[in-house]
């Protein structure tokens, strides 16, 4: 009997915020420019990219901003992850808010959903800005990941909290720390992490997109976090060495530079948006 391949799980409309590039600003082209963005595992856009998003738009961008499955207000999948999948909705959710060409920036996990999503969709995808990411995990991830993984399964808010706390944020910028924002960091609530936290660490667990990379001819700018406790720097300087003419930069911070150098990692990304005219 011939065995029928099992459908890959259908993924619930993606809840998307589509922020206008300010209308004071003038494009280089007649039409603004489109940004995409693809948020972190256990992460959200307002988590990832609150900050930066004001920052596209009044420098003429017009942004479209997905949350995955199980974050911000999108319902949690009913099965696993897939990184097509997951690239293929994100891209859609651009072409259905009107924006056909766009630079993605992704952030960890969505380095990799950039990627494949520049892969599938090369006549979409005009440059990308890929920060703290990888191709795919190496053993240290992987017990990161694993370790992530049985918190949640367990319910142990607490220890995830801390786990990510501690993979996080660079030792410098967790002992500096006030109290209380010490505090909020390692809550313990169950509403902490999250819906999808499981499926999405899941899926970098399970990423590897080593044979899209020499494909990529957009420009693209990668920034490694060197203090990174969680994707070591050397994953980001794998992903520019094999992308061909893909620009390198640094930040000397752990794995959320949005939280410890958020100026320095926005000026990276507009200064490269407008250099490139993207």
Known sequence: MTKIPAA?????????????????????TPTPHGILLAHGATGSIDGNYGALIPALAATGHTVVAPDYPGSGRTPRADGPLELDALADAV??????AGVETFTLIGFS?????????????PERVRG?????????????????????????????????AQARALSGLSPQAL???????LAALLDDS??????????????VKNVDTTGDLAGITVPTLVIATTLDQLIHPSHSRYLADHIPGAEYAEIATGHVPMAERPEEWEGLILKFLDERGL
């Open 190 to 203: 169950p509403d902490g992490p999250p819906a999808g936290s499981a499926e999405q660490t899941a899926l």
């Open 91 to 96: 891209v859609a959710e651009a072409v259905a």
């Open 109 to 121: 996990l969505g380095t990799a959903v950039s990627v494949r999503a520049a892969a599938r969709h």
């Open 175 to 181: 002992n500096a720390l006030p109290p209380a924002e």
């Open 128 to 160: 990308l800005v890929l920060t703290a990411g990888l191709a795919r995990p190496d053993h240290r991830a992987d017990i990161w990941l694993d370790l992530w993984l049985r918190l949640l399964e367990r319910g142990d808010y607490a220890g995830f």
């Open 8 to 28: 890959a799980p259908r993924l619930p409309a993606l809840s998307t915020s589509v922020t206008p590039a300010d209308p004071d600003t003038t494009p280089a």
